[in-house]
């Protein structure tokens, strides 16, 4: 077949597709009003925005807002893992070195561990560190994807394969298979990424082991990094981030994702798969990287960063959707339950100070606080709302990130390195209170036809 043809039956194929396109948006269309007929929740959230009630869990608590003579008043918000406040955790860790592993501990049996129960747990997670070189070689490195989180799940689904029992639900079973993917997802999403530089574009590959002397943290630092070097400052800013990041309540998306597809029995490659899935979406885990780009347009066009009158009104700009990606958002501002602060922002906030202070990159760290204090007054007076709005933990996140040298395709991974601990938890929650698989209802508002035979359709 010649170029003339091939490009005349494309043109007759696009022109079916695009049938199939019109038909798919057409019949598709529901109307909202009907949301509000049938008392719908629509994104399982009350018209306040508070989440609809879908399950109970003792693995952490995100608080919001305070009771007060039966009102709900705004307050600093408030973060509890097992029933510790994280607040409290993250001065305790800034004692001691590392904390991600001690977290990780906390939320699969529910307590902090003594000194020989940690060192015991850290000795099993790093002897589950490994993947072997066929693995590499045969899943990570063939075929590999420009976005790692997919890479991530072909990775975890192909775990499945390696195991000599994956669809046992015991909680044995479980917990085991559960610390093999804590264990070797840092090394899975490092490899992934080295290896779509490689074959991208070219560039040298370096594999490097872990070191079973350093904690995680530090291992994501010197896999990550061609010299394997960094400071003492970098690898405990990205050990707190692990620990902030490591859970938050059974509603957000990905935990629930692993709750729904956990109570269909179904094994943990599968559950964890579809829970990596659900993180990928620019409206979960991969937020962080629009503030990212948002600060990048920002600075395109706000040359003079001392410039309050300059910043504040490109940011009406973009809430009024003339300016960046036409969302009208402010990424990384604004959260479902926290009002007054989110605690984990507050946390992140503190060590972006201090690392940039280290890199000389206070001028920037002064941007992105601008943005946050003109941002809060902004969005209330755009949108008419009356509930405080404050900066989420993605507002400084992608910064803290990028000073640390992690590149922009390892941003939403390094989310799934951490949350894989929640995740693990609530899965094992879930199997060991033999829930009923979840199963919410729809309300069908279509309409009922009488059948027609194919010569009597239009």
């Avoid at 790692?148 to 046992?168: F, G, R």
Wanted: proline share 3%.
């Amino acid at each position: 077949m010649n170029n003339q043809s091939m490009m005349e039956l494309g043109e007759v194929l696009n022109g079916k597709f695009d049938e199939l396109v019109n038909s798919c948006l057409t019949s598709s269309v529901i109307d909202l009003n009907l949301y509000t007929e049938y008392d719908v929740k629509r994104g399982l959230r009350d018209a306040s925005g508070k989440g609809v009630l879908a399950g109970l869990t003792e693995i952490s608590d995100v608080v919001g807002y305070k009771t007060k003579e039966g009102k709900k008043v705004p307050c600093d918000g408030e973060l509890y893992y097992q029933g510790n406040n994280v607040m409290d955790l993250v001065a305790s860790y800034e004692k001691r070195r590392f904390a991600f592993e001690e977290t990780t501990y906390l939320l699969l049996f529910g307590q902090l561990p003594n000194r020989g129960q940690l060192a015991n747990f850290e000795e099993i997670l790093t002897s589950l560190q490994e993947l072997s070189g066929q693995f590499v070689r045969d899943v990570i490195m063939k075929a590999p994807s420009e976005n790692i989180m997919n890479a991530l799940q072909k990775s975890v689904l192909t775990l499945y394969s390696y195991d000599e029992n994956p669809d046992d639900t015991s909680v044995s079973n479980v917990l085991r298979q559960s610390l093999q993917l804590i264990g070797k997802l840092p090394m899975i999403a490092v490899y992934a990424y080295l290896s779509y530089r490689h074959f991208k574009f070219d560039e040298n590959l370096y594999i490097r082991t872990p070191d079973s002397s350093l904690s995680i943290a530090e291992n994501i630092l010197q896999m990550v990094r061609q010299n394997g070097e960094f400071t003492e400052l970098e690898a405990k800013v990205l050990d707190i981030a692990l620990v902030i990041h490591a859970e938050h309540g059974g509603g957000n998306n990905s935990t629930f994702t692993n709750h729904v597809v956990t109570s269909s029995g179904t094994d943990t490659y599968s559950a964890t798969s579809a829970a990596i899935a659900s993180l990928k979406g620019p409206r979960h885990g991969g937020a962080n990287l629009k503030v990212l780009q948002m600060f990048d347009d920002i600075k395109e066009h706000c040359k003079n960063w001392e410039d309050r009158e300059q910043i504040e009104a490109y940011l009406e700009k973009i809430l009024d959707r003339e300016a960046f990606d036409g969302a009208g958002l402010i990424y990384g501002m604004g959260h479902a339950v926290y009002t007054i602060s989110d605690p984990r922002e507050v946390i992140l906030k503190k060590y972006a100070r201090k690392l940039s202070e280290e890199k000389g990159l206070m001028e920037e760290f002064r941007l992105y606080e601008t943005v946050e204090e003109l941002s809060k007054d902004l969005i209330m007076k755009k949108h008419l709302r009356f509930k405080p709005v404050c900066a989420n933990v993605d507002f400084y996140s992608g910064f803290v990130y990028s000073m640390l040298g992690i590149p922009r395709e390892l941003l939403t991974p390094i989310f799934a390195i951490a949350r894989i601990s929640g995740w693990s938890a609530h899965r094992l929650e879930e199997l060991v209170n033999k829930g009923k698989i979840i199963r919410p209802a729809y309300k069908y508002v279509g309409q009922h036809t009488e059948f027609k035979d194919i010569e009597d359709r239009d």
